[in-house]
């Protein structure tokens, strides 16, 4: 069945410093992929979303690439600010029932 | 629009016991979802919804879990005889359902503690 992997947490970084956390999934066929964002006391959130290869999305600083060839959408940040402490999703769907598959999240914490 | 809201935001009961809990969704959304997410994992799909019909439900849903959504608006879902493995945030969310990017917007869950 699909799966998502995301790289384990939890990760602590600076203030200003460069952010990739890594996602790769198995699937069949072409699925959408996404990342959430889940904010200390807050519900989920969409960050961003890719729906075909060579897609980038991107919201808030944050981008991710769709790359079928290494089936990856590792998300990136150039400079992270301490409000970007949260834990990170990363998911596919499916056309037709469109449920989400997630990740396991990754707790980011950056430190001013 | 208000968003997802979900009810009570806690809960706890005793083993045994029944749990119903509810989901609002966003007013024009005609899909809505449940999930299950326990602690330092990723939200687990349980069943879905379209409009009024439940179109899919998860082998982790077992016969002790039943969801309805009786007029395509708000939808329930009952844990009966609750057991401690049942202890989990059940999240809603609810989209338009137009393909496969969809987006999905989520409630702020409801935390489950089972004694």
């Known amino acids: 069945g699909d799966s998502v992997t995301q790289m384990e947490g939890p990760v602590t970084l600076s203030e200003e410093a460069f952010l990739t956390i890594n996602c790769t999934y198995t699937?069949?066929?072409?699925?959408?992929l996404f990342w959430y964002v889940q904010y200390p006391g807050e519900g989920l959130q969409l960050l961003l979303k890719a729906t075909k290869a060579d897609d980038k999305g991107s919201n808030k600083g944050f981008e991710a690439t769709y790359r079928k060839e290494t089936t990856s959408f590792h998300l990136e940040k150039g400079s992270v600010q301490v409000s970007d402490s949260a834990v990170y999703f990363c998911?596919?769907?499916?056309?037709?029932?469109?449920?989400?598959?997630f990740g396991q999240g990754t707790r980011l914490t950056i430190n001013p | 629009d208000t968003g997802v809201s979900q009810d009570p935001r806690h809960k706890i009961t005793k083993r045994g016991q029944n749990v119903t809990f509810r989901c609002d969704p966003i007013s024009e959304h005609n899909r809505l979802y449940w999930y299950r997410q326990t602690l330092g994992q990723g939200p687990e799909f349980l069943t879905y919804?379209?409009?009024?019909?439940?179109?899919?439900k998860s082998r982790l849903l077992s016969d002790r879990f039943s969801a309805e959504r009786p007029k395509g608006s708000f939808s329930t879902l009952e844990i009966q005889r609750t057991e401690q493995g049942d202890s989990a945030m059940y999240l809603c969310?609810?989209?338009?359902?137009?393909?496969?990017?969809?987006?999905?917007?989520f409630g702020p869950g409801t935390r489950l503690t089972v004694l």
């Open positions: 699937a069949t066929g072409y699925p959408s």
């Open positions: 969310a609810s989209s338009l359902g137009g393909g496969a990017s969809d987006t999905q917007y």
């Open positions: 919804f379209q409009n009024e019909a439940q179109l899919e």
């Open positions: 998911a596919l769907s499916h056309q037709g029932a469109q449920k989400l598959v």
